[in-house]
C-alpha cells in the first residue's frame, strides 16, 4: 500500500469509484480533470492509496488549508475521505487519516476540522476526533 498525491492519470484508475461510495458522482471524467486542475492551482491536496502492486486506486482523502484571522496557524480541513467497499474494514482508511493528521501537523496546522455522517462518527472518534458544534449545510442546487 502506498500513500500519496492524486495525479490525472488516477482518475479513471479507481478515484472515481472511491469517491462513489460518498454517492453517484455527478461529473464525467472530462469535467473532472478540468476539476482537478483548478483544485491544484488553488493548493486543494488530494491523496490517494495505491493497491500493492497496482496503480489501481483503493482510497482517497483531500486536505484544505485555511489561513485563518485569529491564529498564525492554519486550519486544515478534511473533506472526501473515501475507501471503495471491498477494501473497507482493513484498516487502510485509519491509515489514510492519521497520514492527512500528520500532514497537516507537518503544514503547522493548529485544528483539523471535517463533517462526516453520522455512522462514521465511531471511525473518527478512534483516531482522535471529538464531536464540536454543529455542522449545518445550505443546498443551493
Known amino acids: 500500500?502506498?500513500?500519496?498525491?492524486?495525479?490525472?492519470?488516477?482518475l479513471n484508475h479507481g478515484f472515481i469509484e472511491c469517491l462513489e461510495t460518498l454517492g453517484k458522482a455527478q461529473t464525467k471524467l472530462s469535467d473532472m480533470v478540468h476539476i482537478f486542475?483548478?483544485?491544484?492551482?488553488?493548493?486543494?491536496?488530494?491523496?490517494?492509496?495505491?493497491?500493492?502492486d497496482s496503480s489501481n486506486i483503493i482510497a482517497s482523502g483531500s486536505i484544505i488549508f485555511e489561513p485563518k484571522f485569529?491564529?498564525?496557524?492554519?486550519?486544515?480541513?478534511?473533506?472526501?475521505?473515501?475507501?471503495?467497499?471491498?477494501?473497507?474494514?482493513?484498516?487502510?482508511?485509519?491509515?489514510?487519516?492519521?497520514?492527512?493528521?500528520q500532514y497537516a501537523k507537518k503544514k503547522k496546522c493548529y485544528k483539523i476540522i471535517l463533517n462526516s455522517h453520522e455512522n462514521n462518527t465511531p471511525f473518527y472518534t478512534k483516531l482522535g476526533f471529538q464531536k464540536h458544534e454543529n455542522g449545518l449545510r445550505l443546498d443551493l442546487i
Open 1 to 10: 500500500m502506498k500513500i500519496r498525491m492524486l495525479k490525472e492519470s488516477d
Open 37 to 52: 486542475k483548478q483544485r491544484k492551482k488553488h493548493g486543494i491536496k488530494t491523496f490517494v492509496v495505491e493497491e500493492k
Open 70 to 101: 485569529r491564529y498564525t496557524e492554519k486550519c486544515a480541513h478534511l473533506e472526501d475521505v473515501c475507501v471503495r467497499p471491498e477494501y473497507q474494514k482493513k484498516g487502510i482508511g485509519k491509515k489514510l487519516v492519521l497520514y492527512l493528521i
